[in-house]
């Protein structure tokens, strides 16, 4: 069998994270790196062309360029020369300019890619880290909020990666390559301009603890409302069914306007911040063009470098700014990288390497099964046995335990190392391979779920090799094929919201097609014939009885009729066992069973009554 890969993550921490989620795209960062290693180098030459020009063409400082282009220039014929093609030099401010600018256009389609293909992968990982995720995971968490969180959160991290990030490394090389210019200019000037930078870097440091505290509870507001949103599309039936809509869009009113008000308040914050470091830079752009003025005018330095020095200033002035812009959008980012990684942490269900595959045979057995959920005891006690091909009904009040026992046998939940044991042919189902144990129990789950595709798609789940004619097989065993046939469609009929709404009873009898369709040597039906009548119901009944290999079935109903012709039939009561024997042993004994048995026998007979009466 092919080894899992599980993709959560092992990060410590955002930044780690995203490190982690970088792999693969690599190639995009560096490029993105280089591109912006070449934009910024190219906009740091054009100021340093400007001073040259006031100072050696227009003024008359020596010309001071760089290795042999000095004797270059002489060579043609010194500053006469550059003052009489002004054109030529205008020319190459223009192509530097441009230069830069298409460095920049390259970083920023290189930061595009980047973003998109760390947010495919992002989107990848979680898509299978949550399908690997135990089912305790997702019975605890709102599918609203999961659901929000693989796409606004993603969203979030993709335009921090293109935006955010991408600014963020070339505002650093910005950053020190403008400053270790400027002090080469002039030393004082440029220790006036660099005070600004701790300033509006603390600033934001401050700014950027209070108003994380906002953006998360900001985006629980949004995932509350989602979830909601959710909830009432999915149960839009039961809320038109009693006429709650006004009552469902008071609460949706409610939640509508907590979310509103948060991200007003996170806006509010942020005009506050934005405006505040605007104030800051102007008033450094400021003290810097006073300064340097009064630098030049005692002679300190001359107004070709003054120029120049204006020049990478307000070539910073804007970086600082969004600097701290960044820092407090990073917040943001923060949390939705925390929201994400949240998901990641959660332990994914994992085989041990010891755990077993055999081929089963059917024998089920539970020891002293003892199960809570939390601190609400389900199971006390629970002990019994089904030998292979037997079938043994579980009769038992709502609440009693039944699907537990059932989630138990397949591991959807684990039994805790002291709740007893239960064994399949023997071994501890804790030592059997999950996916292995859930292929050969073929569990009908209480609540069938169809996926919105065709019925032959949604048998072929269990069965991905099968044959149409095996498949049909078992929809004849589970009633369900004449449904079928019934549609226009016939088996390429697609299901639900884009195609045909099959009936409750329908619905299960399906369920029971799919599962069969796998040919599990172990068959649990939880109450998954509710929904058909009794006659349909004893249908499915003899088919499964007339198969040729007799599976091990474990049958859970609510109704006598259903459970009676069982090999042996248990009672539970309160997650206790209470009776276990065959249909002729417990309607002799005084309990539980012989009670219900009755009570639903005298039902069934008035009802024959009145029909004969209405009959007449
Ligand atoms: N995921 C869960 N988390 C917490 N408690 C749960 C969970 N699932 C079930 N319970 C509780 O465990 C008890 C047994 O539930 P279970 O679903 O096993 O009953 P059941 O016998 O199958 O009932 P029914 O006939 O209605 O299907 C109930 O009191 C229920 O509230
Ligand atoms: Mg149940």
């Known amino acids: 069998m092919e080894k899992k890969e599980y993709t959560g993550t092992r990060s410590r921490s955002s930044g780690g994270f995203i490190w982690e989620m970088m792999e693969g795209s690599w190639k995009y960062f560096w490029g993105c790196v280089a591109a912006m290693t070449g934009g910024v180098a190219f906009s ?17 400082e020596p010309i001071d360029l760089p290795g042999p282009l000095t004797a270059y220039v002489e060579n043609l014929g010194g500053r006469q020369w550059l003052f009489d093609h002004m054109t030529l030099l205008a020319g190459l401010f223009l192509v530097i300019v441009a230069l830069s600018g298409l460095f920049n256009m390259l970083r920023q389609y290189l930061a595009a890619k980047l973003s998109e293909s760390l947010a495919f992968s992002l989107r990848q990982r979680l898509f299978d880290h949550i399908q690997h995720l135990p089912y305790a995971w997702h019975m605890s968490v709102q599918t609203g909020d999961i659901m929000q969180r693989c796409s606004s959160d993603v969203d979030m991290v993709r335009n921090f990666v293109a935006g955010q990030l991408a600014d963020l490394l070339r505002i650093l090389t910005m950053l ?7 002090f080469s200019i002039n030393v004082p000037l440029a220790t006036a301009a660099a005070v600004n930078v701790p300033i509006v870097m603390g600033y934001s440091g401050v700014f950027y603890r209070y108003i994380s505290r906002r953006f998360l509870k900001a985006d629980e507001a949004e995932g509350e409302l989602t979830a909601m949103t959710q909830e009432n599309l999915t149960g839009v039936r039961v809320v038109r069914a009693f006429g709650r809509e006004r009552y469902s869009l008071d609460r949706f009113q409610e939640q509508n306007q907590e979310f509103s008000r948060r991200w007003i308040k996170v806006g509010n914050l ?10 800051i830079a102007v008033c450094q752009g400021a003290l810097v063009v006073i ?19 204006i ?44 755990d077993q595959i055999f081929p089963i045979q059917g024998a089920i057995a539970f020891s002293h099964v003892n199960f809570s959920y939390g601190s609400h005891p389900v199971l006390t006690d629970v002990s019994f046995s089904v030998a292979p091909g037997e079938t043994l009904a579980i009769l038992g009040a709502t609440g009693s335990g039944k699907s537990t026992l059932m989630y138990l046998l397949t591991r959807l939940y684990e039994l805790p190392e002291k709740g007893g044991s239960i064994t399949v042919d023997g071994v501890d189902v804790r030592q ?61 009929t697609i299901l639900g919201e884009r195609g045909v709404t099959l009936s409750g009873g329908q619905q299960q009898r399906l369920a029971i097609a799919r599962t069969l369709a796998g040919a599990p040597p172990v068959l649990v039906f939880d109450d998954s014939l509710s929904a058909v009548d009794t006659e349909t119901d004893e249908h499915i009944r003899k088919a499964l009885k007339a198969r040729e290999k007799k599976a091990t079935t474990i049958l859970i109903s609510h109704r006598v009729t259903t459970l009676m012709e069982a090999d042996r039939i248990l009672v539970l009561e309160k ?9 002729q042993q417990l309607i002799k004994e005084e309990g539980p069973y012989q009670r219900i048995f009755q009570l639903q026998s005298l039902v069934a007979e008035e009802a024959e009554n009145e029909s004969e009466v209405v009959g007449k």
């Open 575 to 583: 997650g206790r066992v209470k009776q276990i024997g065959t249909h």
């Open 311 to 354: 020049m990478y200033n307000g070539q910073l002035a804007w970086p600082t700014r969004r600097l701290g812009r960044i820092i407090g959008e990073m917040s943001k980012a923060g949390v939705s990288i925390g929201r994400l990684r949240e998901i990641l942490l959660a332990r994914p269900e994992e085989d041990s390497p010891d």
């Open 432 to 492: 059997i391979q999950r996916d292995h144990l859930r292929k050969n129990i073929g569990l009908v789950l209480q609540e069938p779920f169809l996926f919105s595709r065709t019925i032959l798609e949604n048998l072929r789940l269990p069965a991905p090799n099968k044959s149409q004619e095996e498949l049909q097989k078992a929809a004849e065993t589970a009633a369900v094929h004449r449904s079928i046939l019934g549609f226009a469609q016939g088996y390429d």
């Open 291 to 309: 300064f340097g003025a009064w630098l030049a005018v005692h002679g300190h330095m001359t107004s070709g470098a003054l120029v120049t020095f």
């Open 176 to 182: 020190v390559g403008a400053f270790v210019l400027m």
């Open 270 to 279: 942020l005009a506050i911040y934005w405006s505040l470091g605007d104030l």
């Open 44 to 60: 740091f030459l054009s100021p340093t062309l400007v001073g040259f020009i006031i100072d050696s063409v227009i003024g008359t």
